[in-house]
C-alpha cells in the first residue's frame, strides 16, 4: 500500500513533463467528450438550461472520473515498480499519485 509522507508530497508538487502531457491528454479528452454531448443535446431541441446543466454535470463527471484513473494509474505503477524493486522511470524516479490526480483535476 502506498502511504504519503509530508517531505515526499512537498517535493513532488512540482508540474514536470509527464504532467504537462497528462493535462493536455485530459483536457482534449473532456472537450471532445463535452461538446459530442451538448451536440446531441442541441440536435435533439432541448431547452438551453436542461444542455447547461447536462454539459457542467458532464464535465464535473469527467474531471472525477480522469483523476482518479489518474490516480489509480499512478499508484499501480508505485506499486509494480516496488515489486519489481527497481525504478523503470528516469529522473527523480517517484511520483505521487495525489499530485497526478490533483494536476488532472485541476485541468
Given at each position: 500500500m502506498w502511504v504519503a509522507c509530508p517531505a515526499q508530497t512537498l517535493r513532488s508538487d512540482r508540474l514536470g513533463p509527464e504532467s504537462i502531457r497528462e493535462v493536455v491528454f485530459g483536457v482534449e479528452d473532456g472537450a471532445v467528450q463535452n461538446?459530442?454531448?451538448?451536440a446531441g443535446m442541441i440536435g435533439a431541441t432541448l431547452a438551453s438550461s436542461v444542455i447547461v446543466?447536462?454539459?457542467?454535470i458532464n464535465a464535473i463527471?469527467?474531471?472525477l472520473s480522469m483523476s482518479m484513473g489518474t490516480y489509480l494509474s499512478s499508484q499501480a505503477e508505485r506499486d509494480a515498480i516496488a515489486a519489481?524493486?527497481?525504478a523503470s522511470r528516469t529522473g527523480s524516479g517517484a511520483r505521487s499519485p495525489i499530485r497526478d490526480a490533483m494536476v488532472m483535476a485541476g485541468a
Open positions: 461538446m459530442a454531448l451538448i446543466l447536462a454539459g457542467s463527471a469527467g474531471v519489481n524493486g527497481s
